[in-house]
């Protein structure tokens, strides 16, 4: 459904988007990652036709959208991070007219637009003026415009931004839904959100695909140099002392217990300490009661991702300057 290939987006000084390929399959939700400034919001607007690549090539349904632009926009539904609103104008007027704009036939505008009211929960503040609502009520209003022409494919730029609780709730459970009809490329900054409703994640640093794959894939690429949780019947400090000996385990941290000791314990890189943990306990005659591997959330793997992208360009940055200042 969305197919991008060596997608470049360069600004004088800058590469915003540096060679970057994917694909998007046809009612799949992906959730699009990434510090600020990595270059999600300028793939979305190349992919909504706002601006052109510099190089490379993007195409949304079979359409190109550098060559065939207008066929793109039929079939999207593009909410930027800012939504663009006229604030004087009233929420159904404001959809009215956007219905019209983006060409829904006369006979159906009507039930368009109350149908994307009521999905994302506008009915209630449809004569109210634009300008009045508060921020999670104009980001509604943006994400009703989005349904308006009942679009194949939507791009959703941060799409919870200044919403409450119960409405990001709501929004979640809404594009949930709506991945069951549609094509969804979601940017956002919530990543227990993006566990709980994308299928696949696409984690973006310094406009470079670091990583992308289902969240199962990317704990177990992960599996090497997890830390493990270990509970033990034993005195804290001995047991502490026994942990921090074996040659596989870089660091040990008491986290409590009551009746046994529990530890998280960080092994050396890429090395799985398990097995040397057990003999070690076992040997000193201790019971185990649990030992198991920590799970890491979607935050532990973009922390480690973005942070491991950002030691390799410090790196290449030290080792261009010591070639330079040795020439």
């Not at 909504?48 to 079939?75: E, N, Q, Y």
């Not at 670091?210 to 199962?216: K, L, P, R, Y």
């Amino acid at each position: 459904m969305i197919g991008v290939e060596h997608l470049t987006k360069a600004y004088p000084g800058t590469v915003a988007v540096d060679d970057i390929s994917f694909r998007v399959s046809d009612r799949e939700i992906v959730g699009f990652l990434g510090p600020n400034g990595a270059g999600k919001t300028t793939t979305l607007r190349i992919l909504s036709c706002f601006i052109p690549p510099t190089s490379g090539s993007a195409t949304v349904a079979g359409f190109d959208v550098f060559k065939d632009s207008l066929s793109v926009r039929k079939l999207i539904g593009y909410l930027p991070e800012n939504v663009p609103l006229y604030p004087e104008m009233r929420a159904q007027e404001y959809l009215t007219f956007r219905a019209r704009l983006k060409g829904v036939p006369h006979r159906e505008v009507r039930k368009r637009v109350g149908y994307a009211m009521e999905r994302c929960g506008v009915e209630d503040v449809r004569r109210r003026i634009i300008g009045q609502l508060s921020k999670g009520y104009r980001q509604r209003v943006g994400l009703a415009d989005c349904l308006l022409n009942n679009p194949r494919i939507l791009l959703l730029d941060e799409p919870t931004i200044g919403l409450d609780p119960g409405q990001i709730r709501q929004v979640r459970e809404l594009i949930r839904e709506l991945g069951e009809d549609h094509t969804v490329l979601l940017c956002t900054h919530i990543l227990p959100e993006v566990e709980m409703i994308c299928h696949r994640v696409i984690i973006i640093n310094n406009g470079k695909i670091v990583a992308s794959d289902t969240m199962e894939s990317l704990r177990d690429g992960f599996k090497k140099g997890r830390a493990i949780i270990v509970e033990v019947k034993a005195d804290p400090k001995e047991a502490e002392k026994a942990l921090t000996g074996i040659k596989s385990v870089r660091a040990v941290k008491l986290l409590g217990g009551n009746g046994a000791s529990q530890f998280r314990i960080v092994p050396e890189a890429h090395l799985d300490p398990r097995e040397d943990v057990f003999r070690c306990l076992a040997a000193s005659g201790w019971g185990v009661t649990e030992m198991r591997s920590e799970v890491l959330t979607l935050e532990d793997i973009f922390v480690r991702v973005t942070a491991s992208e950002r030691q390799r360009g410090a790196q290449a940055g030290r080792e261009k300057l010591e070639a330079t200042q040795g020439t």
